[in-house]
């Protein structure tokens, strides 16, 4: 005859192992690529200046592929009190990121923070992605725990201008002018 301690036991540890493995697996954790010891960093930290409504803001920013990539919070925390601000959120549920047009960044602690010079791995950013109660399909790249988005992207979906001064190795962000293709 089983005593009534080891009957308690055979359903509580299991259980315990249970929900410990379910906790584990629901926590967000930042994609990182299989770093291939032999081939170069994917993601170029990029040395160009660049000039929000006229001022210098110094941007933890990457160049992937050609196309320039930015945090998503430091942009909506730099662009916060402009006609083009959004906020950012993260729908844990749902695994999507969340943008609001029109509404005061959030800030979460750590925008504009450690601009970083050395050349990183990143990986394509598997959330969905929402404007405004919308899907949409934006490029983006996780980079250690945070999502870079692609600065025209960005700008199109939020419409603020964008130009690149190739003589002075400047990107310029204007509030004030929409969003035109290059």
């Known amino acids: 005859?089983?005593?009534?301690?080891?009957?308690?036991?055979?359903?509580?540890?299991?259980?315990?192992?249970?929900?410990?493995?379910?906790?584990?697996?629901?926590?967000?954790?930042?994609?990182?690529?299989?770093?291939?010891p032999d081939s170069p960093p994917n993601a170029i930290s990029i040395s160009s200046k660049v000039i929000v409504d006229g001022d210098e803001i110094e941007f933890d920013a990457y160049n992937i592929e050609g196309d320039n990539y930015f945090k998503l919070r430091d942009l909506a925390y730099v662009l916060s009190?402009?006609?083009?601000?959004?906020?950012?959120?993260?729908?844990?549920?749902?695994?999507?990121?969340?943008?609001?047009?029109?509404?005061?960044?959030t800030v979460t602690g750590g925008e504009l923070a450690n601009r970083e010079t050395?050349?990183?791995?990143?990986?394509?950013?598997?959330?969905?992605?929402?404007?405004?109660?919308?899907?949409i399909s934006l490029t983006a790249y996780n980079i250690e725990g945070n999502n870079y988005f692609n600065l025209t992207d960005i700008a199109q979906?939020?419409?603020?201008?964008?130009?690149?001064?190739?003589?002075?190795?400047?990107?310029?962000?204007?509030t004030g002018k929409s969003y035109k293709p290059q």
């Open 81 to 105: 009190r402009t006609e083009k601000q959004f906020d950012v959120g993260w729908d844990n549920k749902n695994d999507a990121i969340t943008l609001t047009s029109g509404k005061l960044y």
């Open 118 to 135: 050395e050349n990183k791995y990143a990986a394509p950013t598997n959330s969905k992605i929402y404007l405004d109660g919308e899907e």
């Open 1 to 36: 005859m089983q005593k009534p301690k080891a009957k308690k036991l055979f359903f509580i540890i299991p259980l315990f192992i249970i929900s410990t493995l379910l906790f584990a697996c629901s926590e967000e954790k930042p994609s990182k690529p299989a770093a291939d």
């Open 157 to 174: 979906a939020f419409d603020f201008g964008v130009d690149w001064d190739r003589e002075k190795n400047t990107i310029v962000i204007d």
